[in-house]
């Protein structure tokens, strides 16, 4: 047990050899009957391939090193209920490069955040590989998908057991990378090579201000002399360590002026509203919807993106300390993306876009709980939305890959009676994400309302609706899908039970994880005990028993207002009591604007193409014209009528000589005339 | 173990020999292979000879070799070794192994004659390093154009001869301003009664040069003279905008195995120069200018990455990204302190690799198709998987991911200007000033990360990704010989990312050198404004910085 916590270090590097060995084996020469099996898209000489290259090697690489992290999940999970508030954090450093004074270090830290993402990422993640190996089970590269979902691990992991921001931001790029590489893994599609490139840029956009973030960090505390004192007492201790420096900020924050504080704040939440795609930074991720559906699920529902929320977590004491600016930001940014990320839902028809910006609108949530101080209402429901968010997309991945491919909504209905497995645990999915009858996500989301309503009523407001809007839109989606008559051409498969097994794991947590949790149920401390105990908890703006009082409230209006969702989306899209048309007809300005994405996408393009490559196109012609003419002119000046150059041209090494000799003469002239002088 | 230093530099040129004097075999074939077969052994033994000079006695040990030529104008035969030199070497002796297989599949004519300018190239290359009497390394520096000149002409695309000669010309013009630079320091160490045998000697000129930054009798703005006239013309090799047009024309006409060796090794001269010269000889100047240095890295990193993007050949993108990159060099001097030190080298290194694996993709996709144009290629990842795998890890360096080589680099530079106290403004002769500090400069720098991953990744998705096209139909994958040279490439780029310290301890000791250059530097500018602060500060200040060393 106690080996396990003492080697957590492990943890990344079980998939990192994965994906080692699965590229070895993909780089090793091929006999020639597996060149003529991809040039046909399947793998029947899967027996002749060496070891490494086989498919069940790559899955068995990747679900053991998975399988490996669970394990060292569950033991940590074993080790924080063995804590009653003593030991409230493990860390270990090896340094990684020294260059001056600077050391950069790279380390594991074990707290309850760790253990909480770290059995999500991998319990998530162990089962969506299950499921990949029914998915893709046809796709000829099948080996290089685990590898890049082992990839994906590996950094996924290391930034989950980061103990410093500088280490953080290192793999905080590699999970785009292999965001990026997953996105596009069909690149041979156009739209898939489009998305996969606009998600690493937004992202770099997002990891600019992040980076800038942390470079002002380090320097005013770097310059001012606190590091050179501080590692002298701790030499243990990384730059910028969320254990040992994170806790001082607040102390150390009374030196700086309270705009720059505000600014090094927005600009480290710059890159969570890149990765957890909060506006205007979300672009990337609807489109990130043509990687395959198992990658939506585990990095652009459940992991990755939540990320973001995860790293406003880490440097809590950091943004919490600027009260005026960037606290307020991160609130307001939320509830912009939370808005703007459910009114869009409601006018996809794509499936999988739907469920995106269902996604986007629930980091909303969770963004403007932590921009609000309910740090643990925040973690919360970025645990419960893991499971029931990973459900739904593996359910719709189900139904894709049951109906050919098909993604639009308009072309399902009925699904139900084939896909009983798929539409049930979608089902609870839906209801999960509605907030309905006490399943995971009602706990999770009326935590983060209740923190609204404590704080601002407009926020809570704004939220509620949003939850009601969330009700209306996922319920729309079950009901397009799963009931009605089926309205498609494509022939409708049976259910793989390899991929309805892992929904039916899902669906547990999905359903109970919230009660279990919400310290109401069999004696079990709640969520936010393991959560806040230790440093944080002086950092939580609001006392428990305070936001329990609230959240009696607000649990019973949010039932009303879900269900409110839920009736009408039963009357358009179930009954058809109302025609969806003329809803299009009366609302048609807000219905053009959603339809629209809110004119983001168009706005961007014309930036970028009209001032931004424009720019690019300018330098250019001025290094050509400008600068490259003025060198052109002045080598013709010098030759007089130009006949010089045409004659040093002839590209004879004697002319050449000459030039070093007589070079080599002035020298020696110039010499001696400065001697004389001198 | 100081006698293989000369061996070191001598070898190439005797190898330059024999391949010009060798009998022909009169079967072509037979021929071709036994000359690429010899190049390689004369690359294996480089690197053998250099590895053993840089590990032979333990990393960062300082060698040299000194022997008297033509006492009578003060020249001598030096050669030397320092962690600086030991790691560029590694790096040259590396590069000329992989740029001579990837000759294998690039060059096809006249292969005598090209490898015996080749190995010129690398033996003027490894004395520009390894020199440690000044007009030596004025010697080989001009030397080493020769090759390229030739190499470029005769091996080149159709634009070659103008490209050439402007690489020259290019580089003439700035060797005008290093001859003024050394001849004033010359008569300097004259004047002053240094001896006449070693006159160009490193060890004396480095003391003259601390002299002339010290003795009130020499004018203040010497050494401010003599910095830039190295800074002008290593200025040119780095290349530093507006000094830069001749490198995008000389990388798109050059072969690709020159390409390699030009980004990979011979725009390090410019930066080793810089460090070796201008700033550890006149650190004071060095900290005097650094605000414009910063100012001209910020326009080489952001300016040039701009026109990379709207590249419509890529040979000329990944040369201007090279122009781009090196302007992280000038930053991470600019923010002068021991971590920019290291970043400069880092970075040098690592871009070193990166183009070189980047020329080589390049080149790659130029032997199949015969076409730069990105507009003829789509879709090629389907047809060379291999090659674009390579292509994309290098990409990837290149943009800063970390964990590859450039990240270290990159993100040390930038560190190291947040650190630094370089400078708060950068000040316009009298006329006011920028009020941009050494930060201010850094955190616009960083628009070149995003601008560098832009760049990089439009380029992998219109050439390797979407539907193939026409052209890329028939398009072979890597052979053998490229796989070795990309292999090799990647091997470094990988484990030098994840184990940067391994590449930092081989130059710690000239980081050293260097950063206590500029502490001295930093403590008698103290001194020299002292005066105009308050009485109580001038003698506390005069006191402290009187007892430094």
């Known amino acids: ?678 | 173990m100081e006698f293989l230093l000369p061996i070191l530099v001598g070898l190439p040129f005797l190898a330059s020999g024999v391949f010009a004097l060798m009998p022909t075999n009169p079967n072509p074939e037979a021929d071709a292979k036994q000359l690429h077969w010899l190049a390689g052994i004369v690359s294996v033994v480089l690197m053998g000879v250099a590895s053993v000079l840089a590990f032979g006695q333990g990393v960062g040990t300082n060698l040299t070799w000194v022997q008297p030529w033509l006492p009578k104008f003060g020249l001598s035969l030096a050669f030397g070794q320092d962690g600086l030199t030991a790691t560029l070497v590694l790096l040259t002796t590396l590069l000329s192994l992989l740029a001579g297989i990837a000759s294998i599949t690039t060059i096809g004519k006249r292969l005598k004659l090209y490898y015996s300018l080749f190995f010129l190239l690398i033996g003027s290359v490894l004395g520009v390093f390894m020199a440690r009497d000044l007009f030596l390394f004025f010697l080989f520096f001009e030397l080493e154009l020769i090759p390229m000149y030739l190499l470029i002409t005769i091996w080149g695309g159709p634009r070659r001869d103008y490209a050439a000669m402007k690489f020259v010309l290019y580089t003439l013009a700035g060797s005008i301003f290093l001859v003024a630079s050394i001849l004033v320091l010359a008569s300097i160490s004259k004047g002053i009664g240094a001896p006449d045998q070693t006159l160009f000697l490193f060890s004396q000129l480095k003391q003259v040069a601390s002299v002339i930054a010290t003795n009130p009798q020499i004018e203040f703005y010497t050494q401010i003279f003599i910095f830039l006239g190295f800074f002008i013309a290593f200025s040119v090799k780095l290349p530093v905008v507006p000094l830069h047009t001749w490198l995008p024309d000389a990388h798109v006409e050059a072969p690709t195995p020159i390409s390699m060796l030009l980004a990979g090794i011979l725009l390090k001269m410019g930066a080793y120069g810089l460090l070796r010269f201008a700033f550890e000889w006149f650190p004071l100047a060095g900290k005097l200018l650094s605000p414009y240095i910063g100012l001209l890295a910020l326009i080489n990193i952001v300016y040039t990455a701009a026109i990379a993007l709207v590249q419509t050949d890529m040979k000329k993108l990944i040369a201007y990204s090279s122009v781009s990159h090196m302007g992280f060099i000038l930053l991470a001097l600019a923010a002068y302190n021991a971590t920019g030190i290291t970043a400069a080298i880092f970075v040098m290194v690592a871009h070193g690799l990166v183009s070189a694996a980047l020329f080589m993709g390049v080149g790659t996709l130029y032997g199949r198709t015969h076409s730069r144009e990105i507009a003829v290629y789509s879709g090629v990842a389907q047809k060379t998987p291999v090659l674009f795998y390579f292509f994309l890890l290098m990409s990837m360096s290149s943009l800063g991911l970390p964990l590859l080589v450039s990240f270290a680099g990159e993100s040390l530079t930038f560190y190291s200007g947040f650190i630094s106290h370089s400078f708060n403004f950068i000040p316009l002769f009298g006329y006011g000033a920028i009020h941009l500090s050494i930060g201010g400069v850094t955190a616009l720098s960083a628009i070149g990360v995003v601008l560098g991953a832009a760049y990089m990744l439009w380029l992998v998705k219109r050439v390797f990704f979407g539907p193939v096209s026409e052209a890329c139909q028939q398009l072979k994958d890597a052979t053998r010989s490229e796989v070795l040279v990309l292999g090799v490439l990647s091997m470094f780029v990988i484990g030098l990312g994840f184990f940067p310290s391994l590449l930092t301890a081989q130059f710690a000791d000239s980081t050293t050198a260097i950063a206590s250059q500029f502490t001295q530097a930093e403590a008698q500018l103290q001194k020299l404004t002292a005066p105009s602060q308050a009485a109580v500060a001038l003698s506390d200040s005069a006191s402290i910085s009187s007892n430094q060393p």
């Open chain 1, 1 to 678: 047990m106690d080996w396990f916590i003492q080697t957590l270090w492990l943890v990344p590097i079980y998939p990192l050899v994965a994906f080692l060995l699965i590229s070895l084996g993909r780089a090793l020469p091929k006999p020639l009957a597996y060149d003529a099996s991809e040039g046909h898209g399947h793998t029947d000489a899967s027996e002749a391939l060496p070891l490494l290259a086989k498919k069940e090697v790559a899955f068995a690489l990747t679900s053991g090193a998975t399988l490996m992290g669970l394990v060292h999940a569950i033991a940590s999970i074993g080790w924080l209920f063995n804590q009653h508030n003593g030991v409230v954090a493990i860390e270990k450093n090896w340094q990684w490069l020294q260059a001056g004074d600077l050391v950069l270090k790279l380390g594991t830290l074990l707290d309850a955040n760790t253990v909480m993402m770290l059995f999500v990422v991998t319990f998530i993640s162990l089962f969506i590989q299950i499921y990949t190996h029914g998915y893709m089970n046809h796709d000829k590269g099948y080996a290089k998908f685990f590898g890049y979902l082992a990839l994906f691990n590996f950094s996924m992991l290391g930034l989950v057991l980061s103990s410093n921001l500088i280490q953080t931001y290192m793999f905080w790029e590699l999970v785009g990378v292999s965001s990026y590489l997953l996105i596009g893994f069909w690149f041979h599609k156009p739209a898939a090579a489009a998305a996969s490139m606009k998600a690493f840029l937004v992202n770099r956009v997002g990891d600019f201000g992040f980076l800038l973030g942390i470079l002002l960090l380090l320097g005013i505390t770097f310059t001012s002399g606190f590091w050179h004192d501080y590692l002298s007492i701790n030499p243990d201790q990384a730059l910028l360590s969320f254990q040992g420096f994170m806790p001082m900020v607040g102390a150390l924050a009374k030196g700086i002026p309270a705009w720059l504080l505000g600014l090094i704040g927005i600009l480290v939440f710059m890159g969570s509203m890149a990765k957890s795609a909060q506006v205007p930074l979300h672009t990337w991720l609807p489109d990130a919807m043509e990687g395959p559906t198992p990658i939506s699920a585990l990095i652009h529902a459940a992991t990755m993106v939540a990320a973001g929320v995860y790293l406003i977590a880490r440097v809590f004491p950091l943004v919490a300390a600027s009260t005026d600016i960037t606290m307020p930001f991160i609130t307001i940014i939320g509830v912009i993306t939370a808005i703007v990320g459910a009114t869009i839902a409601v006018t996809q028809t794509d499936i999988k876009k739907a469920l995106a910006y269902s996604t986007m609108s629930q980091l909303g949530f969770m963004v403007t709980a932590m921009g609000l101080g309910a740090y643990t209402a925040g973690l919360f429901h970025l645990f419960t939305h893991a499971f029931f968010k990973a459900m739904l997309f593996l359910g719709s991945g189900s139904v894709i890959h049951a109906c050919e491919g098909e993604q639009d909504m308009r072309k399902m209905g009925g699904l139900l009676k084939k896909l009983p497995v798929t539409g049930i645990t979608y089902l609870i999915g839906t209801v999960a994400i509605s907030g309905l009858f006490w399943t995971s996500g009602f706990w999770s989301k009326d935590e983060i309302l209740a923190a609204a309503a404590h704080q601002h009523p407009v926020i809570y407001i704004l939220l509620s609706a949003t939850a009601g809007l969330t009700s209306f839109y996922m319920f729309r989606t079950f009901f397009m899908t799963f009931m009605g008559t089926y309205r498609g051409e494509a022939h409708v498969h049976k259910e793989d039970p390899v991929m309805t097994a892992p929904l039916a794991v899902l669906a547990v947590p999905s359903l109970l994880i919230g009660v279990l949790l919400s310290g109401f149920a069999f004696g079990l401390p709640a969520f936010g005990h393991y959560i806040t105990h230790g440093l944080m908890s002086e950092l939580s703006h609001h006392p428990h028993s305070l936001l329990d009082a609230m959240f009696n409230k607000v649990g019973n209006a949010s039932q009303m207002v879900g269900l409110t969702g839920l009736v009408l989306a039963f009357a358009v899209y179930g009954m058809k009591l109302i025609n969806t048309d003329t809803v299009k007809r009366v609302l048609a300005w807000p219905y053009e604007l959603f339809r629209n994405k809110w004119f983001f996408d168009d706005v961007y393009q014309g930036l970028v193409e009209g001032g931004f490559m424009l720019i690019a196109q300018m330098s250019s012609t001025f290094d050509k014209v400008v600068i490259d003419g003025v060198v052109n002119g002045v080598g013709c000046i010098t030759s007089g009528t130009g006949g010089l150059i045409r004659r040093l041209q002839t590209g004879r090494i004697q002319t050449y000589v000459t030039v070093l000799g007589l070079s080599v003469l002035a020298l020696v002239v110039t010499y001696q005339v400065l001697m004389v002088k001198g």
